[in-house]
């Protein structure tokens, strides 16, 4: 806990980006009627019937300390899929840094030796060269500030009915395009001070 709440205290260093990193699902829902328009003082509406598309999975990438955000859809959340998004992060996202420092939960997926089961030997160790893990306490994954961002996500954009893979695509990329020009950030007010206060509890007891 204490070696996430310290990365938060860092200044902004793009030799040394801090990503937070989680995922979510969205059910897809499609419509079995037309909706009916909406009109003065009366909003859209909706048939109580709908059709069941199944389920897309979304990683949220969020820079913290830079404003950055970007959401990749997939069509599952496997090792492989966290593997490709390691190698978008260090090859797409932030090719010019010299170590990236990830923050995400211990979901049993998001484990390093995915990169060989994945990627040749030379090409997870190049990519696993470049990342530096910081895994949030069991329990604790709302120390995660990807979480913050998935449940905005939630609220302005995938809080309503999504037919398909393709519009839910799009409207990530529009929510994500609109947050990002705005630099967006997180005002994380949690210190470790606060921890060794309120959560007490949670630290060993020392006895004299």
Avoid at 81 to 91: K, Q, S
Avoid at 106 to 124: G, I, K, Q, R
Wanted: net charge negative; hydrophobic share 35%; aromatic share 10%.
């Amino acid at each position: 806990m204490e070696d996430v709440l310290s990365l938060y205290t860092q200044l902004p260093d793009p030799q040394r980006p801090l990503v937070c990193f989680d995922e979510t699902s969205k059910q897809l829902i499609g419509e079995t009627r037309q909706s009916l328009p909406a009109l003065p003082g009366q909003p859209e509406r909706y048939d109580y019937e709908y059709q069941r598309n199944g389920v897309c999975n979304l990683f949220m990438f969020y820079a913290p300390l830079a404003g950055w955000r970007h959401v990749k859809v997939t069509d599952r959340r496997t090792k492989v899929d966290w593997a490709y998004c390691m190698r978008d992060l260090v090859d797409i996202h932030f090719p010019d840094a010299l170590l990236i420092q990830v923050v995400q939960d211990h979901l049993n997926t998001h484990d390093p030796s995915a990169l060989y089961e994945v990627f040749e030997p030379a090409e997870a160790r190049r990519i696993l060269n470049r990342l530096d893990f910081h895994y949030t306490p069991k329990h604790g994954s709302w120390l995660n500030i990807a979480e913050i961002e998935l449940s905005v996500l939630d609220r302005q954009c995938l809080d309503r009915r999504i037919p398909d893979k393709s519009t839910l695509e799009a409207e990530v990329l529009a929510w994500e395009l609109r947050r990002n020009a705005h630099s967006a950030t997180v005002n994380w007010r949690f210190t470790t001070d606060d921890a060794r206060i309120k959560l007490k509890r949670l630290y060993p007891s020392l006895q004299g």
